[in-house]
């Protein structure tokens, strides 16, 4: 939850969309959104019952928290918003050492986010999308693009090898 709160820092977040994101119950999220604002680390605004939190970019924590959730968990918070979407995307995927990282290998500090897009989408809209996530996780965001059919088949060395290490999918249902 912290990572998607921090990582898109101007969006308001709803409870369950927020318990969907981190994968726990509703009531869950309640508690640790409660925590968060107890701390003052969220701020919350209410429409009628609904409650949208959001980061406080005013906490004197804001930009260490903000640090350190970027470099555990930015690319998974921040990717699916962005990538969300673009028309004729059908998958996308983290690969690389920043997969290695979200899959709990061990390895040095990733410089760079290696992003796979299959299917057949508008490319500068895809890389419009690639510069905004740049732009949220200060780090470059390399895309590489395949067709549905080359994933697949996986016939090049490169998917081949892409498949067999770590990969992350990102979740394109974002709203």
Do not use: C
């Amino acid at each position: 939850m912290l990572a998607q709160i921090f990582m898109l820092e101007d969006q308001l977040f709803g409870i369950t969309e927020l318990a969907k994101f981190a994968g726990v119950s509703v009531p869950t999220a309640m508690r640790e959104v409660d925590r968060l604002l107890a701390s003052n680390l969220v701020t919350e605004k209410h429409f009628g019952r609904t409650r949208a939190i959001q980061a406080n970019l005013g906490h004197e924590l804001y930009p260490a928290l903000r640090k350190i959730i970027s470099y555990t968990y930015g690319p998974a918070a921040v990717l699916p918003a962005e990538l969300s979407g673009i028309d004729g995307l059908e998958k996308a995927f983290i690969y690389g050492s920043w997969a290695a990282r979200l899959n709990k290998h061990s390895g040095p500090e990733p410089r760079d986010v290696d992003v796979l897009l299959v299917g057949y989408m508008n490319r500068i809209e895809a890389a419009r999308a690639a510069a905004n996530a740049e732009r949220r996780l200060d780090r470059e965001v390399n895309v590489h693009f395949v067709s549905n059919s080359e994933w697949d088949k996986a016939e090049s060395g490169f998917i081949r090898t892409v498949k067999s290490r770590p990969l992350v999918e990102i979740p394109l249902d974002v709203t």
